[in-house]
T-cell receptor, first 114, second 115 residues
Framework: GENVEQHPSTLSVQEGDSAVIKCTYS??????FPWYKQELGKRPQLIID?????GEKKDQRIAVTLNKTAKHFSLHITETQPEDSAVYFC?????????????FGKGTKLSVIP | GAGVSQSPSNKVTEKGKDVELRCDPI?????LYWYRQSLGQGLEFLIY????????KSGLPSDRFSAERTGGSVSTLTIQRTQQEDSAVYLC?????????????FGPGTRLTVT
């Protein structure tokens, strides 16, 4: 089955700096890669996703890049703000193969220091 | 519109008791997923329902875990003879169509504590 590794497990940045979180996956058939943000005690919220036919996607201060050959994808947050502080999870799924279960990384706790 | 809802929000039970957790997906969403999140860990897939198809139960950790989905909407996750290692947050998610749109929207979760 799929295995997703996520690094780093914790990340502290100064407000205004950029943050980068990296994930690798094992199943070359995976074709959908979402990122979720989870604030303390809250539900995971989808913040951005990318499909395997695209190399990069941006949404304001957030971007995701995908390297299918190397089987890794990354989340980039620019101009970080204190409200970006949360745990971020990457995930992967095959999709289209009968089940769309997500395999998650173990999460990155991002702290943005004012 | 209304998001995914789950009940109860918290459940404390004694070891050996059975528990039922409920999930109401977003109206019109045909796919429903259950995940488990242990303290400080990522989310672990448990089971997936899509329309009238047979559920994908490949993530259930033991035969003490079961789930059903009635009428293609509400789902119940049942854990029999609970053990302390079952303590976790149980999250439900739904998506519009498993085959075309992959975006999964999560409920607030049920925090289960087994004493």
């Amino acid at each position: 089955g799929e295995n997703v590794e996520q690094h780093p497990s914790t990340l502290s940045v100064q407000e205004g700096d950029s943050a980068v979180i990296k994930c690798t996956y094992s199943d070359s058939a995976s074709n959908y890669f979402p990122w979720y943000k989870q604030e303390l005690g809250k539900r995971p919220q989808l913040i951005i996703d990318i499909r395997s036919n695209v190399g990069e996607k941006k949404d304001q201060r957030i971007a995701v890049t995908l390297n299918k050959t190397a089987k890794h994808f990354s989340l980039h947050i620019t101009e970080t703000q204190p409200e970006d502080s949360a745990v971020y999870f990457c995930a992967a799924t095959r999709g289209g193969a009968g089940s769309y279960q997500l395999t998650f990384g173990k999460g990155t706790k991002l702290s943005v220091i004012p | 519109g209304a998001g995914v809802s789950q009940s109860p929000s918290n459940k404390v039970t004694e070891k050996g008791k059975d528990v039922e957790l409920r999930c109401d997906p977003i109206s019109g969403h045909t796919a429903l997923y259950w995940y488990r999140q242990s303290l400080g860990q990522g989310l672990e897939f448990l089971i997936y329902f899509q329309g009238n198809s047979a559920p994908d139960k490949s993530g259930l950790p033991s035969d003490r875990f079961s789930a059903e989905r009635t009428g293609g909407s509400v789902s119940t996750l049942t854990i029999q003879r609970t053990q302390q290692e079952d303590s976790a947050v149980y999250l439900c998610a739904s998506s519009l169509e498993g085959g075309r749109t992959y975006e999964q929207y999560f409920g607030p979760g049920t925090r289960l504590t087994v004493t």
